[in-house]
Structures are given as C-alpha cells and as structure tokens.
Nanobody, 122 residues
Framework: QVQLVESGGGLVQAGESLRLACTVSGVGRFFRINYINWYRQALGTQREIVAG???????NYADSVKGRFIMSRDDAKNQVYLEMRSLKPEDTAVYYCNAEIWTPSTGSNTYWGQGTQVTVSS
C-alpha cells in the first residue's frame, strides 16, 4: 500500500541545518502526486503547514520559515526534501509529510507519514 516515510530528523544546535526526506513507496509504476506538503507539530500545539508543493511548479512557505527552509523533490527517487537552515529553538517539532496521491487502483487519497522529530537546542 502507499506509504510516506520521513527521515532525517535529529538534535541540532540553533543556527545549524538539517535535511528531512519523505520517501513515497507502494505506488507502483503509474501514479501522480497531486500535492505534497510538510507539516509540523510542536508539543501542545496544533499541526501547522510549513511548506507545500502544489504540483504546478509553485511552492508555498509559512512566514516563519521563509528564507530558511527550501522544499525540493527528486521524482526519480520518489523523494521530497525539506532543507532547513538557520534553525531556531522554535522550529522544534515533529515534522510530517502529507500528500494526495493518485494511482490507477486506488484513485486519489490523502496520506500522512509517521513523523520525524526535530529538536533545536539554544
């Protein structure tokens, strides 16, 4: 079945960088990613969108990460990345990958990964 798996989280100091990866699997040879997003959820807060690829060549970013985070994708590897620079303690959260994916057998469905923890120490 279709799965999204995040990786790359960890503990870093403020000002350092991390690159998260979201790997899409179980899609077979023919599929389409209608959109794919990165969300995060800090302890005790609601999940918020960080970056989103609309699938039309446009990537949107939350104001809090503009200029520091860059979202990119490698279609050959079925991976989407979130390059995070100049990290701040307030970036500490569990980061999730979210996508709407179409396959011939399942149609379009929304999927979430299990999340990866990012902790930024001051």
């Amino acid at each position: 079945q279709v799965q999204l798996v995040e990786s790359g989280g960890g503990l870093v100091q403020a000002g350092e960088s991390l690159r998260l990866a979201c790997t899409v699997s179980g899609v077979g040879r023919f599929f389409r990613i209608n959109y794919i997003n990165w969300y995060r959820q800090a302890l005790g807060t609601q999940r918020e969108i960080v970056a989103g690829d609309t699938g039309r060549g446009i990537t949107n970013y939350a104001d809090s990460v503009k200029g520091r985070f860059i979202m990119s994708r490698d279609d050959a590897k079925n991976q989407v990345y979130l390059e995070m620079r100049s990290l701040k303690p307030e970036d500490t959260a569990v980061y999730y990958c979210n996508a709407e994916i179409w396959t011939p057998s399942t149609g379009s469905n929304t999927y979430w990964g299990q999340g990866t923890q990012v902790t930024v120490s001051s």
